[in-house]
T-cell receptor
Framework: AQKITQTQPGMFVQEKEAVTLDCTYDTSDPSYGLFWYKQPSSGEMIFLIYQGSYDQQNATEGRYSLNFQKARKSANLVISASQLGDSAMYFCAMREAPGWGSARQLTFGSGTQLTVLP | GAGVSQSPRYKVAKRGQDVALRCDPISGHVSLFWYQQALGQGPEFLTYFQNEAQLDKSGLPSDRFFAERPEGSVSTLKIQRTQQEDSAVYLC?????????????FGDGTRLSIL
């Protein structure tokens, strides 16, 4: 089973409008972290926002917010007031904590290509 | 610099050649990860170092892939007898610790093309 599912291969949004990028995840660990990364066409992977499984409130970072619904195992990214520079690939990722000695690597979804229209 | 540095940025090699990819993590970051990203896909885990110890290499696709971090700082990913399916972007990431709340900071990657 996929651990991270991003069902939107591509999304379009008008400049200055808000957009939601979907992410669902699957884990049996009680402790985990959810991350969103942005990857422009130049290739670098830019960390945007983090949500911990025990966090009571949804994470926010500037124009980015994470709509965390634990019971539904979803962690959608909301970008408010879209800008042309937001056009990029967006990846949802999870870091589990299965135990000491494990790598705790990030598991990524397949990504959503966001295009902001002028 | 303050970020993760990878070199070379681009590498073209003929099938069968050996290649070496370098990663210089953020100073003080204990954890170092290598990922492989195929075109149009998300990165996939290759291997993990905690300081100089390689604690997990379960993602390495074959014994042609080898990684080291001898002094707990700079890491090198080596691919021997390269094959066309090795063509991908290789990303290095570092984080301060191992906790699930620790974001990983990525380098710009090395785009490897095998002819």
């Amino acid at each position: 089973a996929q651990k991270i599912t991003q069902t939107q291969p591509g999304m379009f949004v008008q400049e200055k409008e808000a957009v939601t990028l979907d992410c669902t995840y699957d884990t049996s660990d009680p402790s985990y972290g959810l991350f969103w990364y942005k990857q422009p066409s130049s290739g670098e992977m830019i960390f945007l926002i983090y949500q911990g499984s025990y966090d009571q409130q949804n994470a926010t970072e500037g124009r980015y917010s994470l709509n965390f619904q634990k019971a539904r195992k979803s962690a959608n990214l909301v970008i408010s007031a879209s800008q042309l520079g937001d056009s990029a690939m967006y990846f949802c990722a999870m870091r589990e904590a299965p135990g000491w000695g494990s790598a705790r690597q990030l598991t990524f979804g397949s990504g959503t290509q966001l295009t902001v229209l002028p | 610099g303050a970020g993760v540095s990878q070199s070379p940025r681009y590498k073209v090699a003929k099938r069968g050649q050996d290649v070496a990819l370098r990663c210089d993590p953020i100073s003080g970051h204990v954890s170092l990860f290598w990922y492989q990203q195929a075109l149009g896909q998300g990165p996939e885990f290759l291997t993990y170092f905690q300081n100089e110890a390689q604690l997990d290499k379960s993602g390495l696709p074959s014994d042609r892939f080898f990684a080291e971090r001898p002094e707990g700082s700079v890491s090198t990913l080596k691919i021997q007898r390269t094959q066309q399916e090795d063509s991908a972007v290789y990303l290095c990431a570092s984080s301060l610790g191992r906790g699930p709340n620790q974001p990983q900071h990525f380098g710009d990657g090395t785009r490897l093309s095998i002819l």
